[in-house]
């Protein structure tokens, strides 16, 4: 079954229905969502994508990124994902949201008009390995550094996040 996104406009208003890699094939922004999970010592969850995902494999990134289904609400998919792919959920918070644009090999384009949450979680993390090959928890001045000296081992979009993310954590 193949899966859809939804087309929006720079606004977030829907556009459109377009199946998920024509989407990608065609650069047409498109709804998306981003999950970043802290546990109560600060530190970040990062999953590694699967090797074999369409794009970005093998790349370090947030907790969860997806897309919501044709008439399901943001963070209602959120929590869905969130379970699917790292096999637990929690309290989310839409902290804000962003529209970038990246290309990838293969011909695919990300465009996406991104709606990130925010999460703590202590528990245990049981992650789908078709979506994520790896995770791990690490510390804030370790992942700062890590990003600095391999820019290479993280998603585009978790770069383009991160430093509003820290920016919103440190206030609180």
């Known amino acids: 079954m193949k899966e859809h996104v939804i087309l929006v406009d720079e606004n977030d208003n829907q556009i459109g229905i377009e199946e998920k890699i024509k989407a990608h ?9 981003s999950i970043f999970i802290f546990n109560s010592k600060g530190e970040m969850l ?8 369409y794009h970005s494999g093998c790349l370090w990134t947030n ?3 997806s897309h919501p289904r044709p008439g399901e609400d943001v963070e209602d998919a959120a929590h869905r ?5 790292m096999g ?9 949201s962003f529209i970038y644009k990246a290309e990838f090999d293969h011909g ?9 949450f925010i999460g703590t979680y202590d528990g245990p993390v049981h ?9 791990k928890w690490i510390d804030m001045e370790m992942l700062i550094n890590d990003i600095q000296e391999k820019p290479e081992n993280y998603t585009v979009w978790f770069k383009i996040a991160f430093d509003n993310v820290m920016e919103r954590e440190q206030k609180l």
């Open 25 to 33: 094939e065609d650069a047409k922004l498109h709804r998306a969502f």
């Open 46 to 53: 990062l999953q590694q994508r699967a090797c074999d995902k």
């Open 63 to 65: 907790a969860t990124c």
């Open 81 to 85: 994902r969130l379970q699917e792919e």
């Open 88 to 96: 637990f959920d929690c309290a989310l918070k839409k902290e804000f």
């Open 108 to 116: 695919l384009t990300e465009h996406e008009f991104d709606h990130v």
């Open 127 to 135: 992650p789908n390995s078709d979506e994520a090959d790896d995770y």
